[in-house]
């Protein structure tokens, strides 16, 4: 089982970020599948979630009318477009694969929002 993320980077404030998992070694389309992210000093959080079909999403209140969580069934992928960043939206940003008592987790990808 493989979740590799990518896409993070520094960013200036206001501006926008676009992060994707690309899972590998179980049946994607069978998992529920979401973003955290852990800032220095502080619990990891859930940033936005998918269910399986992609038909339910939902947000973070931090992230919520900036933040869009997606799937690609057919190229294995979760993205997290991000739009009118903030500094306090600096994190590492792990995406998860979740089904019943199974979870996996990627290795992180690092977001700094600073000017």
């Known amino acids: 089982v493989q979740l590799v993320e990518s896409g993070g980077g520094l960013v200036q404030p206001g501006g926008s970020l676009r992060l994707s998992c690309e899972a590998s070694?179980?049946?994607?389309?069978?998992?529920?599948m979401s973003w955290h992210r852990q800032a220095p000093g502080k619990e990891r959080e859930l940033v936005a979630a998918i269910s399986s079909t992609g038909g339910s999403t939902n947000y973070a209140d931090s992230v919520k009318g900036r933040f869009t969580i997606s799937r690609d069934t057919a190229k294995n992928t979760v993205n997290l477009q991000m739009n009118s960043l903030k500094p306090e939206d600096t994190a590492v940003y792990y995406c998860r694969a979740r089904r019943d008592f199974a979870s996996y987790w990627g290795q992180g990808t690092q977001v700094t929002v600073s000017s």
């Open positions: 070694g179980f049946t994607f389309r069978a998992y529920a």
